[in-house]
Every structure is written in C-alpha cells, then in structure tokens.
C-alpha cells in the first residue's frame, strides 16, 4: 500500500473534479426546506404530547421524538461542518438552537469532538471515537484495558446494541459536564441554552403525564434515540482498519481506507442524513450533505484509477463487520480466561 503513496496531489486532483461538477456549492434552497420540515415536525410531535395527554399512547411520540432529536442532531452535524453557512457565527448561532435547545446536547462539545474524529478517523491514540472508555476497538487496548472495559470487552460484540439504549444519556452528561468546566467557546449560552431544554422537557412531561407514565416516556425516549444515534455512526467506521503511531497515508488515503459507505435508497439516505456516504462527508467535510450522493460515482471511480480500496457494503453488513470487529478486538481478554485459542488479527495500517 505504502509503495502506491503519492503526496496531496492525488486529493488535489479529485477535489478539481469535484468542484467542477458544483457539489461545493451551497444549497440554502435544500436546508431551508429540511430545516423548516425537521421543526415542524418537531414541534407538530410536542402539540401531539400535550392534545393526547396521560395516555400510554404517548409511548408513539416518544418513538416519533427519538427520531426527531436524530434528525436535529444530524442537522447540527451539518452546521457544525458549515454545509449550510458559509460563516461560524450564524453556524454556531443556529447548531446551538438545534443542539443544545433542541435535544440538550452540547454543540461546542460535540463540535470539538467530532473535529478531532474527522483530522484522525480511526486513530486510536488520536481519534476520540476509538477511545477505550466503555468499549475497547483493537487488541492492543484489549490487552491494556482494565476495570469495566475489561469487563464488557468480553462479550462487547453482544451488548453493543444494548449500550446504545445509554447512549442519549451519555451525550446529555457529556454536554453538562463539558460546560461545568472552562474552555468551550460561549460557555454560558451554552450552559443557559442546555438548562431551558432540560427545564421544558422535564416540565412538560411532569405536567402532562403521570410520574410512573413519565419514567417510561423517558426511558423509551432516551433509549431510542441512544440507538438511533449509534446506528448512525457505527456502520461509517467501526470494522474498518485501526490507525496507531505515525502513518505514512495522506489525507485522501487517510480518509478513505478507515471510511466505509452504506448501500441503500433515499430511505437510507435521510434516516442516516447523508453519512452513508462516509467517504465523501470525510474527504468534503463541508460539502452539502445532499450533494454526497452525487459525488459519490466521481470518488469511486477516482479511487479505482488511482488505486485506492473503497469499500462499500449494504446496511446489515456493515453493522456485521461493526460487531465482528468488536468480538475480534475483545479475544485477547477472552484468551486471557481460557477461551479457544486466538483468530489471526486484523491487518493495520
């Protein structure tokens, strides 16, 4: 692979093509109308909650909300890439309505976050996505983890869609506890806008339900927006080769051989907001998400001229390679208890 490395060029030249067909181009036209669609819905859901008041029929809108706070969250992906403006200001301005109003989610936190995952994917020194705080991605920190990764990395493969239901709390805490301490950019706002989320959502569950009705609301809601969330993002990365120490790639093969899209139709493509097309979000970041679709034939048949592995796979099969991934990176603790002896590892780059 390292005998094929050239130097930017090569993403040079795909980035030409690219923006010679006009997929950098912005689409106010496109984000006005999904925005204004995501909000209605959003808020038509909440009109919904309080005209059908202490019923169990609210378990429906807490189904129809987990969607909507993944689909707001998708939006706030987009603004923090700057797919919608061309500025931060107005970029911060609105993912932190979204983010941090809409669903209690920190947009600076995710923000910082998220940047670091898109300049290292996969990097498990680097990549804050593969660190191994709950869960360990490659055999090395397998061999290195203690306590509960060590316990849960075990079988991960097997409870990974179970952790997920905690997942829309661990954003909701990664938030607070980002604002607790100094250091993101507009604390305050930040900590004022998460405090009326959690304020309203509280409250109108509170007034409308009663106390046993409103737990199972919330845990319904929380859940299953937990594992529509981490089904966004698991099949983009997750089975795909692990980074470590210094590597020779350049940014296009950096990008492109630890990114994996997902087949489908435009079903697949508005329930995952454009991020099966993982390859192309990460090497345009700031491309329109609507605009991935159409740059997807241009990437593929460059990378096939130049040589390049890339890999794309309909959904169940990536959330397989996601889960066969994991079990392969929890054999050394398994080994280590006396299980079967150890399959050949993975390659790395």
Same mark, same amino acid.
């Given at each position: 692979?390292?005998?094929?490395?050239?130097? #930017?060029?090569?993403?040079?030249?795909?980035? =030409?093509?690219?923006?010679?067909? %006009?997929?950098?181009?912005?689409?106010? #036209?496109?984000?006005?109308?999904?925005?204004?669609?995501?909000?209605?819905?959003?808020?038509?859901?909440?009109?919904?909650?309080?005209? /059908?008041?202490?019923?169990?029929?609210?378990?429906?809108? !807490?189904?129809?909300?987990?969607?909507?706070? #993944?689909?707001? !969250?998708?939006?706030?992906?987009?603004?923090? @890439?700057?797919?919608?403006?061309?500025?931060?200001?107005?970029?911060?301005?609105?993912?932190?309505?979204? %983010?941090?109003? %809409?669903?209690?989610? *920190?947009?600076?936190?995710?923000?910082?976050?998220?940047? =670091?995952? &898109?300049?290292?994917?996969? @990097?498990?020194?680097?990549?804050?996505?593969?660190?191994?705080?709950?869960?360990?991605?490659?055999?090395?920190?397998?061999?290195?983890?203690?306590?509960?990764?060590?316990?849960?990395?075990?079988?991960?493969?097997?409870?990974?869609?179970?952790?997920?239901?905690?997942?829309?709390?661990?954003? &909701?805490?990664?938030?607070?506890?980002?604002?607790?301490?100094?250091?993101?950019?507009?604390?305050? $706002?930040?900590?004022?806008?998460?405090?009326?989320?959690?304020?309203?959502?509280?409250? !109108?569950?509170?007034?409308?339900?009663?106390?046993?009705?409103?737990?199972?609301?919330?845990?319904?809601?929380?859940?299953?927006?937990?594992?529509?969330?981490?089904?966004?993002?698991?099949?983009?990365?997750?089975?795909?080769? $692990?980074?470590?120490?210094? +590597?020779?790639?350049?940014?296009?093969?950096?990008?492109?051989?630890?990114?994996?899209?997902?087949?489908?139709?435009?079903?697949?493509?508005?329930?995952?907001?454009?991020?099966?097309?993982?390859?192309? &979000?990460?090497?345009?970041? *700031?491309?329109?998400?609507? &605009?991935?679709?159409?740059?997807?034939?241009?990437?593929?048949?460059?990378?096939?001229?130049?040589?390049?592995?890339?890999?794309?796979?309909?959904?169940?099969?990536?959330?397989?390679?996601?889960?066969?991934?994991? @079990?392969?990176?929890?054999?050394? /603790?398994?080994?280590?208890?006396?299980?079967? !002896?150890? +399959?050949?590892?993975?390659?790395?780059?």
């Amino acid at each position: 692979m390292t005998a094929n490395l050239r130097t #930017g060029s090569d993403f040079a030249r795909l980035s =030409r093509r690219i923006s010679e067909a %006009g997929l950098l181009d912005r689409r106010p #036209g496109y984000y006005v109308f999904r925005i204004s669609l995501v909000a209605t819905l959003f808020v038509s859901g909440w009109i919904a909650f309080f005209a /059908i008041g202490d019923s169990w029929w609210q378990l429906a809108i !807490a189904v129809f909300q987990a969607v909507m706070f #993944g689909q707001i !969250a998708l939006l706030s992906h987009d603004l923090a @890439h700057r797919q919608v403006f061309r500025t931060r200001r107005p970029s911060e301005i609105v993912g932190r309505i979204a %983010g941090n109003l %809409g669903v209690g989610m *920190s947009y600076g936190w995710w923000m910082d976050k998220h940047t =670091r995952h &898109h300049a290292n994917p996969n @990097h498990e020194d680097l990549d804050p996505d593969v660190d191994p705080d709950i869960l360990v991605w490659s055999k090395d920190q397998a061999r290195a983890s203690k306590g509960l990764p060590r316990f849960i990395g075990r079988y991960q493969a097997f409870l990974f869609f179970p952790l997920l239901t905690l997942e829309g709390l661990n954003l &909701h805490f990664s938030g607070i506890r980002a604002v607790a301490k100094p250091g993101i950019r507009q604390r305050g $706002i930040e900590a004022a806008l998460l405090l009326a989320h959690f304020a309203l959502y509280f409250s !109108a569950l509170l007034i409308v339900l009663s106390p046993g009705k409103a737990l199972v609301f919330f845990v319904v809601h929380k859940a299953l927006w937990g594992v529509y969330m981490g089904s966004i993002f698991a099949p983009n990365h997750k089975g795909m080769p $692990i980074l470590s120490g210094e +590597t020779e790639l350049d940014f296009l093969r950096k990008q492109v051989l630890t990114s994996r899209n997902v087949r489908g139709g435009r079903v697949v493509d508005v329930a995952l907001g454009g991020l099966n097309y993982q390859i192309e &979000h990460h090497l345009f970041p *700031s491309m329109p998400s609507t &605009h991935l679709r159409r740059a997807r034939p241009i990437v593929q048949e460059y990378c096939a001229e130049i040589g390049v592995p890339y890999h794309e796979t309909g959904l169940a099969e990536s959330y397989a390679l996601a889960l066969r991934s994991l @079990h392969e990176a929890g054999e050394p /603790i398994r080994l280590s208890e006396g299980s079967p !002896a150890e +399959t050949p590892a993975r390659g790395r780059l």
